[in-house]
């Protein structure tokens, strides 16, 4: 394994990365900016604002990027001379942030909700996976889960990391987009019980947070909140790769670059909002890793 290079830095908090166009994006929360970049931090832009702090990012298969404004509850789609309108509301069906989403071939997404005030410590709480489909229509897709958090589609599945849950959990994707009931992709431990957030990450093996899309071999690299690291996991839960961040926290991951073989990590020393809104010691590293993107 490579040794870790630093892309970006001097940002608050860095989530949602994505490997598109020969770009790395990702979204900074508390300068509330949508960002790409090439592979090595080079031409840096900002693709758009978003005041109500963006999240996930994906695209229609016209291209339109897709944006989760978390605070409003809003999905928002650029269109073609920048602008950002409203593409969801799904502010009727969550009264919590939005978190990160996944955009499929049809144009049809999952969104993940905080379920609780994560950030004032309020009893935690499960809440389940939104689906906005391709006519802008929202419903309720899944079951509660424990804090919904980075999803990938593989084959014919979408799998979402429940960070207080200690696993990967998939759901086989209907032809409408209605999703099979929850399986275990992979359980590293039991769900925590505790309902203060706190105690419950005490409690946990590990705390899935982002993760990146399959590679060539099936397996999922997962952004450990909780280990300062990125472990890669194949179906079924067996951990056969790690990539320590050393002393800071690892909270979302991609892979990209030109031969699909760069893993992008969006690090911080924590998640806590009042330490993040006004700090800049967030980066985004990358290493090289063997088996390249699917």
Known sequence: M????????????????????????????????VLSARADGSDL???????????????LPDGRLLVVSMRDRRILRRESDGTLVTHADLSGHTEHLLNDMVVDGGGGLWVGTFGFDLMNGAPRA???????????????????????????????????????????????????????PRRDWALFGPPSAADDPSDAIAELTVAPDGISVPDAEGAIWVADAIGNRAIRVRPGGLVDGEVSTGQVGTYACALGGDDGRTLFLCTAPGFAEHERRDTRLAQLLAVRVAVPAA
């Open 2 to 33: 490579a040794e870790l290079s630093t892309v970006l830095s001097d940002m608050s908090f860095l989530e949602g990365p994505r490997w598109h166009d020969g770009r790395i994006w990702l979204s900074d929360f508390y300068t509330y900016r």
């Open 45 to 59: 832009r900002t693709e758009a604002e978003v005041p109500q702090q963006p999240s996930g990012l994906g695209w």
């Open 126 to 180: 499960a809440a389940p996976l939104l689906r906005v489909a391709p006519d802008g229509t929202v419903s309720v897709a899944s079951e509660p889960l424990h804090f919904a958090n980075g999803p990938a589609l593989t084959g014919g599945d979408l799998v979402v990391a429940e960070t207080f849950g200690n696993r990967l959990s998939a759901f086989a994707i209907g032809d409408d987009g209605t999703l099979g």
